[in-house]
């Protein structure tokens, strides 16, 4: 009789709990994380017009000697129409997808409004495109990109560090043992000539540092100019390392 009666005392609070819920999405329906649109349990925190912008997003060819949109057919010698004559000191960019739309959104979102909600859909896009460039096994580290503790302690995170700690590589280490060593000023409202003044020499790498001869992984949120990336690629190469690789979420065409 007990057993009986405990059966359906679970079984009517587990009832209930499934009528809470359902009357908490009829009352308090979810919204795409996105554009805030109505969404469904079931979608997964976009809704169908945002997951579309984001696969488009996704999607697009790049040459992965700069990260800019090209087609297959405009690569020559490893490199696009853009960066033939160009010297980088970055070995390649792997990178999500273009910076527009949905993607576009999520970065922004983790980077300047503290959405570290995304962080784990980004890690998990990152480490996809990571395994589809076919260089997985290909790096010793992740380097986060770092920020001045300054900066660090104003927005309580990393999102490059947040990034790379999402990252299902267990082969692969982290190292903060890049450091920016002089407060920059953000460079999203810089022209490209002023970004890279921006950052000279605002990197060094700690004592003990374990990139002598080794291959990096350099982890950014976005690139547009390349200035950030060029310097600490700079900086890893001087250090010792042997390869240096930009693995961001979007790149813009940035001119």
């Known amino acids: 009789m007990w057993s009986h009666a405990k059966y359906l005392y679970t079984h009517l609070i587990r009832h209930a709990v499934s009528l809470g819920q359902a009357g908490g999405h009829f009352l308090w329906p979810q919204q795409c994380?996105?554009?805030?649109?109505?969404?469904?349990?079931?979608?997964?925190?976009?809704?169908?017009p945002c997951w579309q912008d984001l696969s488009k997003a996704v999607s697009a060819?790049?040459?992965?000697?700069?990260?800019?949109?090209?087609?297959?057919?405009?690569?020559?010698?490893?490199?696009?129409?853009?960066?033939?004559?160009?010297?980088?000191?970055?070995?390649?960019?792997?990178?999500?997808?273009?910076?527009?739309?949905?993607?576009?959104?999520?970065a922004l979102s983790l980077k300047f409004a503290e959405r570290t909600e995304w962080a784990k859909s980004l890690s998990k896009m990152m480490q996809d495109a990571v395994l589809a460039s076919g260089m997985h096994a290909a790096f010793d580290y992740l380097v986060p990109v770092p920020l001045?503790?300054?900066?660090?302690?104003?927005?309580?995170?990393?999102?490059?560090?947040?990034?790379?700690?999402?990252?299902?590589?267990?082969?692969?280490?982290?190292?903060?043992?890049?450091?920016?060593?002089?407060?920059?000023?953000?460079?999203?409202?810089?022209?490209?000539p002023q970004r890279r003044r921006n950052v000279k020499g605002a990197f060094a790498v700690r004592k003990g540092h374990p990139f002598d001869g080794k291959k990096v992984a350099l982890i950014d949120d976005i690139t547009t100019s390349g200035a950030t990336l060029e310097e600490c690629a700079k900086t890893l190469k001087q250090a010792g390392a042997q390869k240096v690789v930009a693995l961001v979420i979007a790149a813009a065409n940035h001119d």
């Open 33 to 48: 994380l996105a554009c805030k649109a109505s969404i469904l349990p079931s979608d997964d925190g976009l809704c169908q």
């Open 61 to 106: 060819d790049y040459c992965r000697r700069c990260g800019r949109d090209v087609s297959p057919y405009g690569i020559v010698q490893g490199k696009c129409g853009h960066c033939q004559d160009k010297q980088y000191r970055y070995d390649g960019v792997i990178r999500v997808g273009r910076y527009e739309s949905t993607l576009r959104t999520m």
């Open 148 to 192: 001045h503790w300054r900066r660090r302690l104003r927005r309580g995170f990393n999102q490059s560090h947040l990034l790379a700690k999402g990252m299902k590589l267990p082969w692969l280490r982290i190292s903060t043992d890049l450091v920016r060593v002089r407060n920059t000023e953000q460079q999203w409202n810089l022209k490209p």
